[in-house]
């Protein structure tokens, strides 16, 4: 699937010999042969992007085999996707995840491991063993960039990597390839990776995130954000979303819309969503979406480690016989959590409203509490 001359840039292969291996193999791959429709192999699979708004208008999640970019100005929420879905594709498919692993490109250094481990809790996982799945490189130039995104094909083979993120994309090469004299090199460069990740996204069924910055143009009399890297990143790109901050009352919203800027086959449709400190959310609170096939529960969202580094003991949430955390689905964290929000004891979560309780702490659903709630009274009449 690489060019001839990628190939004949091995040391001893001429071009003729490289041309020829290249044949060889599809020949012996049986790629020299034209299939029916019928038989053409479309395995996609999503991942959810913790907005089940967001995986809506992608038509069900973040898309395997493909690849995908996500353009907006800064603080659109591109890096808070990034983040999410490295995790989200840790989940079973049940839960909407691959239960993969992820290659991490950071060309800007705005990876944290912080976020990573509070969206893991989230989503009940274990935020060491998430950690674990997520293969990081810190990259400095472009030409790192390329020789990392090869790297990222030996990690889908070995270690079950099904997403390689680009954060971004062009940050680089737009500072190493100034002006109009370094365009069509800097589109060349452009053109390996791009078509590099294409093959990769083919051959893995992997989904690949590419974010992109925006530069503002003058158009007439107003102003245009475009996404930078030209038609090579626009048409090498299957899927291309634009994140925007712009359109809501407040300044300080965290509130962000998404736009289908060009797919295959999704309309151009437009959703809104929230980045939270667990991740992208459809509400500001970060509830644990209820999107297509996340029909998980969600156990313990913190562990009990925690217990101790803030000094409540068992003892301390216990009010009459049983305390919080003996009812099912409550964890340490969130019994502390709970605490916090004026719910000290099983009578007082029987006694609160699901609703109003659910828009004080960060990532519960009323549901969740519904559900708590119908445990306590097991609990009790046990
Ligand atoms: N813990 C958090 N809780 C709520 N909002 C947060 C949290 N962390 C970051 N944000 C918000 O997320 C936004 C930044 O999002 P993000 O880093 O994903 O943007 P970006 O599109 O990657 O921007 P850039 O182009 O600068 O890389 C900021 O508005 C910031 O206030
Ligand atoms: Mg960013």
Not at 294 to 314: K, P, S
Request: net charge negative.
């Amino acid at each position: 699937m690489s060019p001839h001359n990628i190939i004949s840039e091995i040391d001893g292969l001429g071009d003729k010999t490289a041309k020829k291996l290249i044949w060889n193999a599809r020949n012996a791959l049986g790629m020299t042969e034209f299939i029916t429709a019928e038989d053409i192999d479309e395995n996609t699979e999503y991942i959810t992007t913790g907005s089940s708004e967001l995986n809506r208008i992608l038509g069900g999640g973040f898309q395997t085999g493909k690849l995908t970019e996500v353009y907006g100005p800064f603080k659109s929420g591109k890096t808070n996707l990034a983040h999410t879905i490295a995790v989200t594709i840790q989940l079973s498919k049940k839960q909407g995840g691959l239960g993969s692993a992820v290659a991490y490109i950071d060309t800007e250094n705005t990876f944290a491991k912080e976020k990573i481990k509070r969206i893991a809790k989230r989503f009940g996982l274990d935020p060491k063993k998430v950690l674990s799945q997520i293969f990081h490189a810190r990259i400095y130039s472009s030409d790192h960039q390329m020789q990392m995104i090869q790297k990222a094909e030996t990690l889908c083979k070995t270690r079950n990597v099904r997403l390689i993120v680009v954060d971004s994309l062009m940050a680089l090469m737009r500072v190493e390839y100034i002006g109009i004299g370094m365009l069509a090199r800097r589109q060349g460069v452009l053109n390996n990776m791009i078509h590099g990740l294409s093959r990769i996204a083919e051959t893995y069924n992997c989904a690949i995130l590419l974010t992109n910055q925006v530069s503002v143009s003058m158009k007439g009399m107003f102003s245009a954000n475009d996404a930078i890297g030209g038609n090579i990143v626009a048409h090498g790109c299957h899927f291309r979303v634009m994140f925007k901050t712009k359109g809501f009352s407040s300044n300080n919203s965290l509130k962000r819309r998404a736009i289908i800027v060009d797919a295959p086959d999704l309309p151009p449709e437009e959703a809104e969503f929230y980045i939270t400190s667990v991740g992208i959310a459809d509400t500001e609170k970060g509830e644990v979406p209820e999107a297509k096939g996340l029909d998980f529960e969600v156990e313990a969202l913190y562990e009990e480690e925690e217990i101790q580094e803030v000094g409540i003991t068992e003892d301390a949430t216990n009010s009459g016989e049983y305390s919080l955390i003996d009812v099912k689905g409550i964890g340490g964290g969130t019994a502390k959590n709970l605490i916090k929000n004026g719910v000290a004891s099983v009578d007082d979560l029987l006694n609160s409203d699901p609703e109003t309780l659910a828009t004080k702490i960060s990532g519960i659903s009323s549901k969740m509490i519904n559900e708590w709630q119908t445990n306590a009274k097991a609990l009790l009449s046990a």
